[in-house]
């Protein structure tokens, strides 16, 4: 199946400054991504969608000027979390649509565990 | 809003039973549905994707069903092992290529 890769897989940084997350769909192209987020305990929830060449759509509650989202390539989506802190503790999943034969399936990638001290 | 509701939230059976997993969601309008499994601290791995025109998809000793009218959709595992122990997230997705609505999740821990 297809391969979903993020980097990193485990960050820690210190409160106020900014970590960026990639994304990439490693044998497929992907016109969508999506970003999600998932608290201890909790489901994922989602944080926005990524489609390549334009502007995210954030979900309700998200703020876009904290989590900056980039899709320049069809391979390719980051999420930079800007000026971090301890609450913004979290898994953050991506996921990247393969749209090839016509059968829209969503493949995830490992997660990112970001800790802000 | 779409709305998963997973039940239990939590079970742990003796190795070898066969068991059932729950599924519900409010709105019936659903594109398709999918099982996943995640392990602690890692991403998901998915099991069964079902379209909205199926009734079932079966993998190993995984079973997947789904009865949209009602809103529900059940994953059965036959024969369980430890190794199945881990968290099963069921979604559902509500366009092609849209976004996954989650539920949260059933533990499952099957003893040795």
């Known amino acids: 199946g297809a391969v979903v890769s993020q980097h990193p897989s485990r960050v820690i940084c210190k409160s106020g400054t900014s970590v960026k997350i990639e994304c990439r769909s490693l044998d497929f192209q992907a016109t969508t991504m999506f970003w999600y987020r998932q608290f201890p305990k909790q489901s994922l929830m989602l944080m926005a969608t990524s489609n390549e060449g334009s502007k995210a759509t954030y979900e309700q509650g998200v703020e876009k000027d904290k989590f900056l989202i980039n899709h320049a390539s069809l391979t390719l989506s980051t999420l930079t979390v800007t000026s971090a802190h301890p609450e913004d503790s979290s898994f953050y999943i991506c996921?990247?649509?393969?749209?090839?034969?016509?059968?829209?399936?969503?493949?995830f990638g490992p997660g990112t565990r970001l800790l802000v001290l | 809003k779409q709305e998963v509701t997973q039940i239990p939230a939590a079970l742990s059976v003796p190795e070898g039973e066969n068991l059932v997993l729950n599924c519900s969601f409010t709105?019936?309008?659903?594109?398709?549905l999918q099982w996943f499994r995640q392990d602690p601290g890692k991403g998901l791995t998915s099991l069964l994707l079902?379209?909205?025109?199926?009734r079932e998809q079966t993998s190993g000793r995984l079973n997947a069903s789904l009865d949209k009218s009602s809103g529900r959709s059940t994953l059965y595992i036959a024969a369980s092992q430890p190794g199945d122990s881990a968290t099963y997230l069921c979604?559902?997705?509500?366009?092609?290529?849209?976004?996954?609505?989650f539920g949260e999740g059933t533990q499952l821990t099957v003893n040795p």
């Open positions: 079902i379209q909205s025109s199926q």
């Open positions: 979604a559902v997705g509500e366009t092609s290529g849209s976004r996954l609505t």
């Open positions: 996921s990247a649509r393969d749209s090839a034969g016509g059968l829209e399936t969503q493949y």
């Open positions: 709105d019936s309008a659903i594109y398709n």
